[in-house]
Every structure is written in C-alpha cells, then in structure tokens.
C-alpha cells in the first residue's frame, strides 16, 4: 500500500510538472504579471522604527505605564536635548545665544515647552532633578517637550530634524551642539535601517551576484540563479503592505534573508543540471529530469528553513512573530518561484550553457575530493578534532553576555552616544525609571507618610549609579492638606513637574541612570525595592514604571523568547528531517553537525565579547534552519547513491564529492550575503551578520566532514572491512 500511495503521488506530480512544462513561457508571464502588479501594493508598505514595538510583551507593565503617562505625563521621551558647547554660557553673550536658540526654537511647530538656564522649569528646577549648566559654564542644554507622543515616530521626526536645524542655524561662531534624547536615538535608528535597506541590500545582491559569477562565469547563470529571489522578494513585501504590516527594525533583515537562502537553492539546482548535461543529456531533458531529482530535497531545505524562522512564533513579542511568519512566507515563496523559473530558463534560454568559468569549479571539485578523502580514511581523526573545538566553544560559551545597552547598537564612538554620555554626566542623564508610591490601603497619605517618601527619596539621590532623581513630595504634603480641608473636592490637573496625581493618593519620583544595560538595571531595581521595603514601611508601596523599565523588560523577555525559539526550531526542524528523508538513522547523525554550527557561533560570542541581544538572538533559530539545508542536500544525495552504488563506502565518497561544490559554492553565496550586514551603522545587525557567517562555516565543514565520518563509523556500514576497501580505492586515485 505505501508503495501504491507513494508512485500514486509521484505520478501526479509528475503529470503538474509535464502540464507546466507544455505551458512553455505562459506560467512565466503570469508570475511577471503579478509581480507588477504587487507593485501597486508597495508604496503603501509602512515605515515603524520606533522601539516600542520589540518591548510591547508585558501587557499589565504596558497598561501601568500607558495609566501613568495619562496622569503624569510622557517624562521619559518626551523632552529632545540639545548640548551647547563651545563658549562661556555664563558670560552675558553666551546667555544672549542661548536666548537667540530658544526664540528660534519657539517657532517650530510640535514643540509644547522648552527650558534652559534662560526658561527654567515652572517653579525652578525640581531639587535633585535635571541640570542646566554644567559645573564649569562650559555646557549648557535646550530642552524640548515634544508635542506628538512617544509612540508616533513618523511624527516626531520632522520636529526632531527643525529642532536640529534651528538650534544649528541659530548659535554663535565658535558654538556646536550635540543632540540626545530617546526619539533623537529612535530617529538615527531609523535612518541607519533606511541607508541599510537601500545601501546593504544592494551590496547584498552585488556580493551575491559577484559569487555566482566567479563559480560560472555566466552572466546568464547569475540571472537564473537570482531570478527566484527577484521576484519573490517583492511578493513577500507586497504581502506584507496588504495585510497592514510594517518594516520594523526586525522585519527589515527579510530581503536580505529571502535573497541568500533563495539563491542557495537555486545554486543546488543548476548543479544538478550540470551533473546531467555532464552525461549527456540535452538542456531541455536535463532541466526536466533535475526538476524531478531536486523538488523533494527543495521542498525539505525550504520547510526546515521556514520551521527555522516558524519558531519564532513561540516568542512573546508581536514584533518577532511577525518576522518569523513574513519570513518564513518569504522563503516559501522563493521556493515556489524558483521552481517555476529555474527548470524552465535552464531548458529554454540557450545562453545558460555558455561561458562558464573553469578555474573555481576545478578547485571546489578538489576541495571536495579531499573531504572525502579525509572523512573516509580519518574518520575517527576527524570526530576527535571535532570535539576538540566543540569543547573549546563551549569554554566561550560560558563566557556570552546577555546583556543589551540603549546606545550599543549604534557603537560607542556614534555622535549620538557621545552626547548621551555627555549628558549623564553634566546634566544628570535622560534613561530611567519612573516609580509611583501610594499607601497600600488607597486611602490619602498621613505626615508620616510623607516623611517616609522624604527618607526614600534622599536615600535614592546617595545611589552612586543615580545621576538625578527628584519627587512630587513637597507638592503632595500641600494637595493633602488641601484635600482633607475639602474632602469632596480634587485637584486640578497640574504639569508633570508637579508629579502628584489629582486624587492625591498617588506621588511619582523620577529617577536618572546611566545606560546601565540590562542586567545591571536589574540589579538596580531590585536595589530599588529593598530601599522601599526598608524606608516606606508596610504601609506604602512602590510600583516601578515607565518607558525605560518597560525597555529593559522588553529585552529581557526578547532575549529568553529567541533562546525558546531556538529550542523550538531544534524540535520542529527534526520531524521534518525524519518524515522527509524515512531514514532515522542518518537523520540521527546528522544532528550533532546540525547543532556543532551553533556551538560554533555562540562560543565565537563569547570569545569575541559579543553578546547576546536581539540580532544575535535571532541567529540561533535561524541558522539552525539554514544549517539543516546543507544536511538534509547530502543525506537526500547518499540516499540516491546507498541505492545506485549499493556499498555504503562508495556512496559516501560519491555524496561527499557529489555535493561538495554545490555546498561550498552555497555557503560562500551565503556567507557574502550575510557579511554585507556589515556595511549597516547598527553593531546588531553587523554581529547577526558576523555571526551567522561563523555559523554557516561551522555548517559547511560539518556536513561536508563530520557528517560523513559519523556515517562511516555509525551509519549502516555493519563491516570494517567495506571501510578498509574503500580506503584503498581512494588512497589509489
């Protein structure tokens, strides 16, 4: 019965197959056709750049801190600095010119208030809270509260890009500013994303297109080859326009994922044309006859590829689910494109069989050969070397940070860290977290209260990691008295700096940090509670809000989702091997190679200070899918020559040199694509790049070595002496 069902489904797919191919270019036009016509989708593709997004996983935090900002206003992000140095600001022509900033200033629409050692804040500055002139006169600052809110960055940008300008245009000579601010370093981001969209992708293609070229020397194979991704890149993204979807600081690496992996395809299946045309057969029946040998090991490359990024599902955030599915789709459909595309220019475009390159074929035919050659003969020598490196990997990895900076994605050297640094460290920083106390009974605060939140407050600014903190306490005591003279009564809405809520049964306290990282603010708001539990007593609580404790909860969980996606691609990816392939026993030997690939690249991490934080994250799952391809192209290739060849030996010398140029020119194609990443002025996107190239090394040498010596050893060989006689017949050649 299962051979029955099995030829049934063969023939069927066969016959779709022969009905396409007598379509001749019809199916082709139709795939161009729509292509255009996804066209029409694209301009309507939105732009979201803004890191809300990656830290939206805590629904009850997001719900807490949306409440606060509605009573308090939006404090952290609401205000753009910018630092003025250069001359005395002391002096009466450096107050003049910092008059003559904010009458420029005044005039921009979108901006709510503005403060400066010329404007102070309502009432002054709040004790403790932010400064406005540095110790030595030297600095100053302009600060300005946006209108449009934290969330709307599309918004914010053309206030944030006249902000710069005026202030620019309108200092003195001598005078420079620097600029810093939660928005400001949003509004860079987005800007590296959109040079990075534009610039490295197509760096990204001409790498790509530079690699093919070199292994054929054919400018018409490089067409064939890329022509699948061409078209299904702009399908995803047309895709994505209808369905209301976003480029996100995530979702923008999905180009560049569709064309590599695409073109890995691809390249596998001019190399099975090849292997055809090398026998003899015409362009049209070869091109057939590889369509028909290569669909299935297509198919399973592209399922556990897609099962690779599916696992980003299980993440918590909605910003990495929708990557993994758009990427996933992506992927899908540069598989059903290249199908369409790449049997057909192969058979009917004549130019393909011209011109190919000589010198780079004979040398991967080479390499290949001595793979063979050594997995066969060393086998032992090679799972030795193999857990050699593998232990030293895993001392890096007990090395990895999981860590992540708000300015570390844009170097320390970036103008935009450098003014945030400035800032901490004359003017009391702009990160931090908001902290709300109330009596835990709701009922308004007795004296005592108050004096406990006096004890807090004063103990906090003693912090040596507190650069500011100040509170709405003083106000309190007075909207308290005034409440219980008239208990019927509330208070008016006050501004922020007031920082008591209406019913008066809430104060807030304001804390400035430094870009601590994650882990540290971790320390520090646990820190945070234990001054609370020891200076407010059981009658008062605290509750840690805001935009900054909401980010570093959002990496938190961003960095566990990506280690639980991983584990979840490990567990999707294999099934899939085993449905695919029937063949438990090379499919279980193929895992540890599958899994040495990211030893690999998280020991490289942690050897190379490299930590762990949303690209590099995301590689885990990824590059478990991309490594499974190369396995699952050698494991579908011993499986044809096991039953052609019939001893074991000579099927894994002939896989290993069957497969071998195809995976090396593969993982080189890769490799290029991914290290385009570097050209990007995000440090996560340069390591995702660095990373996944170490990865894909790791892959490529252990389906090409260590693979092929755990067949020989633990694979169905069941006798020394077909080791030893194919031994012998490669020490002969």
Not at 404 to 409: A, L, S, T, V
Not at 503 to 522: C, E, M, N, S
């Amino acid at each position: 019965m299962r051979r029955s069902g099995a030829g049934f489904r063969t023939r069927t797919v066969d016959r779709i197959r022969g009905r396409l191919w007598d379509w001749g270019w019809r199916p082709q036009i139709l795939l161009l056709l729509l292509v255009l016509a996804s066209g029409l989708w694209l301009p309507r593709l939105g732009l979201d750049m803004s890191f809300r997004p990656l830290f939206m996983a805590d629904g009850e935090l997001v719900e807490k801190t949306a409440d606060f900002e509605r009573e308090f206003g939006q404090i952290s992000g609401a205000w753009v600095a910018a630092i003025l140095e250069g001359i005395d600001w002391r002096r009466p022509e450096g107050v003049a010119a910092v008059d003559d900033v904010i009458r420029a200033v005044d005039r921009i629409d979108g901006i709510a208030e503005v403060v400066s050692i010329t404007r102070p804040l309502p009432g002054g500055a709040p004790d403790g809270g932010i400064r406005l002139l540095s110790a030595d006169g030297r600095l100053t600052v302009v600060l300005a509260r946006l209108i449009p809110p934290l969330e709307d960055l599309e918004a914010r940008r053309p206030v944030i890009a006249e902000f710069r300008a005026a202030v620019t245009a309108s200092l003195p000579a001598g005078a420079d500013a620097r600029f810093t601010g939660v928005s400001v370093v949003e509004d860079v981001y987005a800007r590296e994303i959109l040079v990075y969209l534009g610039l490295g992708v197509g760096l990204t293609v001409a790498a790509v297109a530079t690699m093919l070229f070199l292994l054929w020397g054919s400018v018409p194979r490089v067409i064939v080859a890329m022509a699948g991704t061409s078209l299904a890149t702009p399908l995803t993204l047309a895709a994505m326009a209808a369905t209301g979807k976003t480029i996100t600081l995530v979702s923008s690496m999905v180009p560049t994922m569709i064309l590599v992996i695409g073109v890995a395809d691809a390249i596998h299946m001019i190399g099975a044309f090849d292997r055809r045309r090398q026998r003899g057969q015409t362009p049209s029946v070869a091109a057939r006859g590889m369509w028909r040998d290569m669909s299935r090991p297509c198919l399973l490359t592209t399922l556990t590829t897609a099962g690779g990024f599916l696992a980003l599902f299980a993440a918590g955030l909605p910003a990495i689910r929708e990557f993994g599915v758009i990427a996933a789709g992506g992927v899908v459909t540069a598989w059903f494109v290249n199908q369409l595309t790449v049997p057909f220019l192969l058979g009917r475009w004549p130019a393909v069989d011209a011109g190919r390159a000589r010198v780079l074929p004979r040398l991967l035919d080479r390499w290949s050969r001595a793979a063979a050659r050594l997995a066969l003969r060393r086998p032992a020598a090679v799972i030795a070397a193999t857990v050699a490196i593998g232990l030293v990997a895993l001392a890096g990895v007990g090395q990895l940070r999981f860590d992540q900076r708000f300015n570390d994605e844009l170097g320390a050297d970036h103008p935009v860290a450098r003014a945030q640094r400035l800032f901490e460290k004359h003017f009391g920083g702009l990160l931090g977290p908001e902290l709300v106390i109330r009596r835990v009974d709701g009922a308004l605060p007795h004296e005592a209260d108050v004096e406990a939140v006096e004890l807090f407050v004063t103990t906090l600014r003693r912090d040596r990691r507190v650069l500011a903190a100040w509170s709405g306490v003083g106000a309190w005591r007075h909207a308290v008295s005034s409440l219980e003279s008239s208990p019927k009564s509330s208070l008016e809405p006050s501004p922020p700096t007031t920082l008591v809520a209406r019913d008066g049964r809430r104060v807030a306290v304001i804390a400035r940090v430094g870009d601590l990282g994650t882990k540290a603010a971790r320390h520090f708001v646990r820190d945070l509670e234990r001054l609370a539990g020891d200076t407010l007593g059981p009658t008062l609580e605290l509750e840690v809000l805001g935009q900054w404790w909401l980010a570093q909860r959002g990496m938190v969980a961003l960095i566990d989702d990506m280690v639980a996606s991983f584990v979840w691609a490990f567990l999707l990816i294999t099934p899939l091997m085993l449905i695919g392939l029937r063949q438990p026993g090379p499919v279980l030997a193929s895992l540890v190679p599958n899994l040495l690939p990211l030893v690999l690249a998280l020991g490289f991490m942690g050897w190379a200070g490299i930590s762990v934080r949303i690209g590099t994250a995301m590689v885990l799952a990824i590059a478990l899918g991309i490594a499974v391809d190369d396995s699952l192209h050698v494991l579908a290739r011993y499986r044809q020559e096991r039953r052609a060849r019939g001893t074991q030996p000579s099927a894994l010398s002939h896989t290993v040199r069957g497969t071998g140029p195809a995976l090396i020119a593969t993982t080189a194609v890769l490799i290029a694509g991914f290290l385009s990443m570097l050209t990007s002025g995000l440090v996560a996107i340069r390591d995702m790049g660095l990373v996944a190239a170490v990865a894909l090394t790791g892959a490529l040498l252990a389906d090409l070595l260590l693979l092929p010596a755990l067949l020989a050893i633990f694979g169905d060989i069941g006798k020394a002496s077909s080791i030893r006689g194919a031994r012998a017949r490669l020490s002969a050649r």
